[in-house]
């Protein structure tokens, strides 16, 4: 079976970093898009951050442009957010999940989507606490 274990959750406060890995078991990245996804309590779950399955094309909310980066490694069927200068509303379980999305070539280089909904998304892991606090 298909699953996805989120790691590297924690405190930290703000200003500091955390890095956030989720492995897949039972598939490969290689073909499959990663999105991260946070949700805070008494909130809606919100995209974080997508990438695309092979050409590492990259989606991020408005919200974390430039303090977070997502990055998939297809060798060690590994997907990451690294989260520099964490805010307190940063806090919330971050959710990693992946979807099958074969890219295709065009003269430019590959070419397909970074799904951002979580709608779009089929495998979903557990979730892992990120908390921001002094």
């Known amino acids: 079976q298909e699953q996805l274990v989120e790691s590297g959750g924690g405190l930290v406060q703000p200003g500091g970093s955390l890095r956030l890995s989720c492995t897949a078991s039972?598939?490969?990245?290689?073909?499959?898009?990663i999105g991260w996804f946070r949700q805070a309590p008494g909130k809606e779950r919100e995209g974080v951050s997508s990438?695309?399955?092979?050409?590492?094309?990259?989606y991020y909310a408005d919200s974390v442009k430039g303090r977070f980066t997502i990055s998939k490694d297809n060798a060690e069927n590994t997907a990451y957010l690294q989260m520099n200068s964490l805010k307190p509303e940063d806090t919330a379980v971050y959710y990693c999940?992946?979807?099958?999305?074969?890219?295709?070539?065009?003269?430019?280089?590959?070419?397909?989507?970074?799904?951002?909904?979580?709608?779009?998304?089929?495998?979903w892991g557990q979730g892992t606490q990120v908390t921001v606090s002094s």
């Open positions: 990438i695309s399955s092979r050409r590492g094309a990259t």
């Open positions: 999940a992946a979807v099958l999305s074969i890219e295709y070539p065009t003269e430019s280089g590959l070419q397909g989507p970074v799904p951002v909904r979580s709608d779009e998304y089929d495998i």
């Open positions: 039972g598939f490969a990245l290689d073909y499959y898009a």
